[in-house]
């Protein structure tokens, strides 16, 4: 065999064990994530669908169904204004044991009731 044929087949087998040992690593480490259905309600208060979660990624599928605009904040992040019908989804990640308020930041909301408290086991 030439030295070039074994270069290039040096090569290829390079490649092959790159992309072998790269979906074997990535196979290995997927993140799970939660997802946990927010339903914001014309009478003041939020829906969801758990109440904790595993530690870890999170993502929180905001809706509004009432007929006022809402908003979701946890964990330092926050939807936008949701009028009537509309979705977002906020993604992040909790850590084991700690406990994230949430709560609807247009004025007065919170304090009618569009708040609480969601832990991550």
Known sequence: MSLRRLVAALAV???IVGVTTSSVLASGSKVQKTTVKVTALD???FKLSRSS???G?????????????????IAGKKTPLL???????????????????????????????????????
């Open 13 to 15: 087998l390079a490649v």
């Open 57 to 73: 990624v999170v993502a929180f599928v905001v809706t509004n169904s009432g007929s006022l605009q809402h908003d979701f904040t």
């Open 53 to 55: 979660a595993p530690a």
């Open 83 to 121: 009028s009537k019908g509309k979705s977002s989804t906020l993604v992040v990640t909790l850590k084991k044991g700690k406990s994230y308020p949430y709560m609807c930041t247009v004025p007065g909301h919170a304090a009618a009731g569009m708040k609480g408290v969601f832990k991550a086991t």
């Open 43 to 45: 009478v003041l208060k």
